[in-house]
């Protein structure tokens, strides 16, 4: 197979990549080009952004966009954040971190002419598969995708009670969204301005209480039900629908995915509202591939920032916020020792490094600080990207005899989901310090829809997993035997329901939490910069009173996943974050 590989990728390439290769910062075709790059940092700029992440971007383009000088600096050799294109194994290009878009708000999409930028996504349909393990030939499998009519048919293998009421239950969580979809676009309330000030300020403080008056209004006579499905756990509502174990942990997945949470946690329906928020070309709900990989999404971003005058680097570490007297952000200072000055800062990063290392904690209150030392951060996530050299045949639905690409490989692959037991089972053993035996597995192959991403008749798998604790049992490091060891797991379960799999694997990179905490900045390794329960979300995230994208320090404004609405590549912290950021400089 290696010689196999070998032939296909030409002599360019050092054997050593082929089977046991590692890492290495001198990777071909690892530097990704970033569009817009100014040829030299200026001195000064109306406004610093720290972080090229997707938010980060966003937040520039809206600022240069209304005339607000912009810089973008990114510590990393590669521009998005955890949305990224690595070509980690030689002629094989992954989305790293991040590896689907639906969140993406589309205000974003048409104000910033992304398309035009070169955005191009790849609609999936049909978008789940969920094949089992079980004693019959061949064992059956789950596949839903936009057609209703087809959804109803596979989920009736299981129960005709379940087919029936599946449209209803979509019926319900679209009503939902689309009453809380207007919170998402701007900021929360401000509760406290409504007893402050004279009566004309309070009443412009009333207008910010629209969005959610309109939440309200549209959640009408079944607002009882839906507070339920945000404040429940996710088990408890999915039983009221179904009976089918197999759709429950589908369904379930989405409700717990990069949460350190089991379907039985109070307030894990709303992770699932939040992950079927999103919308693409018009279809509610529906993920798809970005072609090149998410880091085709940051580039195109990165191309609407330029095209206005911004301007962005790579390989700009920032290690402090620069305050003035007065206390106000006035600028940064990157690990050379290089100062940029600037009226207004805006901060990509999650709010712990934000708050904790670019900031002396005696200039914040104490208060806030202990609420952001205090943020759950507890990650479940281990990214495994894969380079194969062959589809992967599922036991419940084989390949044809061409191995080319059938309809459930375009889709997100549910395995070890037989049962909404088999998630709280890999939950349990996390919160023992123990990575999961029989871990939860969403695998994609984005090249079955983007053939680019690998070589010809190779393919690119992404595998996000869990449950893996940030810290192991007894403090053991997650050290190459611990990485390799849990890979080891993920793979032995694929094998079982895709025989010949660890077979078809030319190399593979782990990210487990402490990795992507090292390299993403993820708090904890956490996806969404720190946890999406409840208390940790609206008026509360990053903390009360400071949920409105400003901070204690005057300039200083939080732009990324940790400020509302939180997590997922949506882009609304950024855009939301530079509407409050303009309103305050244009006020300098």
Same mark, same amino acid.
């Given at each position: 197979?290696?010689?196999?590989?070998?032939?296909?990728?030409?002599?360019?390439?050092?054997?050593?990549?082929?089977?046991?290769?590692?890492?290495?910062?001198?990777?071909?075709?690892?530097?990704?080009?970033?569009?817009?790059?100014?040829?030299?940092?200026?001195?000064?700029?109306?406004?610093?952004?720290?972080?090229?992440?997707?938010?980060?971007?966003?937040?520039?383009?809206?600022?240069?966009?209304?005339?607000?000088?912009?810089?973008?600096?990114?510590?990393?050799?590669?521009?998005?954040?955890?949305?990224?294109?690595?070509?980690?194994?030689?002629?094989?290009?992954?989305?790293?971190?991040?590896?689907?878009?639906?969140?993406?708000?589309?205000?974003?999409?048409?104000?910033?002419?992304?398309?035009?930028?070169?955005?191009?996504?790849?609609?999936?349909?049909?978008?789940?598969?969920?094949?089992?393990?079980?004693?019959?030939?061949?064992?059956?499998?789950?596949?839903?995708?936009?057609?209703?009519?087809?959804?109803?048919?596979?989920?009736?293998?299981?129960?005709?009670?379940?087919?029936?009421?599946?449209?209803?239950?979509?019926?319900? =969580? *679209?009503? $939902?969204?689309? !009453?809380?979809?207007?919170?998402?676009? &701007?900021?929360? %309330?401000?509760?406290? +301005?409504?007893?402050?000030?004279?009566?004309?300020?309070?009443?412009?403080?009333?207008?910010?209480?629209?969005?959610?008056?309109?939440?309200?209004?549209?959640?009408?006579?079944?607002?009882?039900?839906?507070?339920?499905?945000?404040?429940?756990?996710?088990?408890?509502?999915?039983?009221?629908?179904?009976?089918?174990?197999?759709?429950?942990?589908?369904?379930?997945?989405?409700?717990?995915?990069?949460?350190?949470?089991?379907?039985?946690?109070?307030?894990?329906?709303?992770?699932?509202?939040?992950?079927?928020?999103?919308?693409?070309?018009?279809?509610?709900?529906?993920?798809?591939?970005?072609?090149?990989? =998410? *880091?085709? $999404?940051?580039? !195109?971003?990165?191309?609407?920032?330029? &095209?206005?005058? %911004?301007?962005?680097? +790579?390989?700009?570490?920032?290690?402090?916020?620069?305050?003035?007297?007065?206390?106000?952000?006035?600028?940064?200072?990157?690990?050379?020792?290089?100062?940029?000055?600037?009226?207004?800062?805006?901060?990509?990063?999650?709010?712990?490094?934000?708050?904790?290392?670019?900031?002396?904690?005696?200039?914040?209150?104490?208060?806030?600080?202990?609420?952001?030392?205090?943020?759950?951060?507890?990650?479940?996530?281990?990214?495994?990207?894969?380079?194969?050299?062959?589809?992967?045949?599922?036991?419940?639905?084989?390949?044809?005899?061409?191995?080319?690409?059938?309809?459930?490989?375009?889709?997100?692959?549910?395995?070890?989901?037989?049962?909404?037991?088999?998630?709280?089972?890999?939950?349990?053993?996390?919160?023992?310090?123990?990575?999961?035996?029989?871990?939860?597995?969403?695998?994609?192959?984005?090249?079955?829809?983007?053939?680019?991403?690998?070589?010809?008749?190779?393919?690119?798998?992404?595998?996000?997993?869990?449950?893996?604790?940030?810290?192991?049992?007894?403090?053991?490091?997650?050290?190459?035997?611990?990485?390799?060891?849990?890979?080891?797991?993920?793979?032995?379960?694929?094998?079982?329901?895709?025989?010949?799999?660890?077979?078809?694997?030319?190399?593979?990179?782990?990210?487990?939490?402490?990795?992507?905490?090292?390299?993403?900045?993820?708090?904890?390794?956490?996806?969404?910069?720190?946890?999406?329960?409840?208390?940790?979300?609206?008026?509360?995230?990053?903390?009360?009173?400071?949920?409105?994208?400003?901070?204690?320090?005057?300039?200083?404004?939080?732009?990324?996943?940790?400020?509302?609405?939180?997590?997922?590549?949506?882009?609304?912290?950024?855009?939301?974050?530079?509407?409050?950021?303009?309103?305050?400089?244009?006020?300098?």
């Amino acid at each position: 197979m290696a010689a196999r590989l070998w032939a296909r990728l030409g002599p360019g390439y050092p054997s050593c990549w082929l089977r046991g290769w590692r890492l290495s910062p001198g990777l071909p075709g690892a530097r990704l080009a970033h569009a817009g790059a100014a040829d030299r940092l200026q001195r000064e700029y109306d406004a610093v952004v720290i972080g090229a992440g997707h938010n980060g971007l966003v937040a520039a383009t809206y600022l240069q966009r209304a005339g607000v000088r912009t810089a973008v600096l990114e510590k990393r050799h590669v521009l998005g954040g955890a949305a990224v294109t690595e070509e980690i194994v030689p002629g094989f290009k992954f989305s790293r971190a991040s590896y689907l878009l639906s969140l993406l708000r589309p205000q974003i999409y048409t104000e910033l002419e992304l398309q035009r930028h070169g955005l191009r996504v790849l609609p999936r349909d049909p978008y789940s598969f969920t094949p089992l393990l079980e004693d019959r030939s061949p064992p059956r499998s789950l596949l839903l995708g936009h057609n209703m009519a087809q959804t109803q048919q596979q989920i009736a293998q299981f129960s005709q009670k379940d087919a029936q009421a599946y449209p209803e239950y979509e019926a319900f =969580m *679209g009503g $939902l969204v689309s !009453a809380l979809n207007p919170l998402l676009d &701007a900021p929360p %309330a401000d509760m406290a +301005a409504l007893g402050q000030g004279s009566l004309l300020q309070r009443l412009r403080a009333l207008r910010d209480l629209r969005p959610l008056l309109w939440a309200g209004l549209a959640l009408g006579r079944q607002l009882p039900h839906y507070y339920e499905v945000l404040t429940a756990p996710i088990s408890k509502i999915l039983d009221q629908w179904f009976e089918s174990e197999p759709l429950k942990a589908t369904l379930a997945t989405d409700a717990v995915i990069g949460a350190m949470a089991s379907p039985h946690t109070p307030g894990s329906g709303y992770v699932l509202v939040h992950h079927v928020m999103g919308e693409l070309e018009g279809q509610r709900g529906a993920w798809g591939y970005v072609a090149g990989g =998410m *880091g085709a $999404l940051s580039q !195109a971003i990165a191309r609407a920032a330029a &095209a206005r005058g %911004a301007h962005i680097f +790579a390989e700009k570490a920032v290690c402090h916020i620069l305050l003035g007297k007065d206390g106000q952000a006035q600028g940064i200072v990157l690990r050379d020792g290089t100062e940029v000055k600037s009226k207004i800062v805006l901060s990509n990063a999650s709010p712990q490094i934000t708050f904790l290392e670019l900031i002396s904690q005696e200039q914040l209150p104490k208060d806030f600080v202990q609420r952001i030392q205090q943020v759950d951060t507890r990650s479940p996530v281990t990214k495994i990207n894969v380079a194969v050299d062959r589809l992967p045949s599922f036991l419940a639905a084989p390949n044809a005899r061409d191995g080319q690409p059938l309809p459930h490989h375009q889709c997100s692959i549910h395995l070890n989901c037989e049962g909404t037991h088999l998630l709280h089972q890999a939950f349990t053993e996390a919160t023992h310090g123990h990575p999961s035996s029989r871990p939860m597995i969403e695998l994609c192959i984005p090249s079955v829809l983007d053939p680019e991403l690998a070589p010809q008749g190779c393919h690119v798998v992404s595998l996000f997993t869990q449950y893996t604790p940030s810290v192991l049992a007894g403090g053991q490091p997650w050290d190459e035997q611990a990485r390799n060891a849990y890979a080891d797991t993920v793979f032995d379960c694929i094998e079982a329901y895709a025989p010949g799999f660890k077979a078809s694997v030319i190399g593979r990179d782990i990210l487990t939490p402490p990795d992507l905490e090292r390299i993403f900045g993820l708090p904890g390794g956490n996806i969404f910069h720190g946890g999406m329960s409840l208390d940790q979300l609206y008026f509360a995230r990053p903390a009360p009173a400071y949920s409105g994208y400003r901070s204690p320090i005057p300039g200083l404004y939080l732009c990324g996943s940790g400020a509302h609405p939180g997590g997922g590549v949506m882009g609304a912290a950024g855009r939301n974050a530079a509407q409050v950021a303009l309103k305050d400089f244009r006020c300098l």
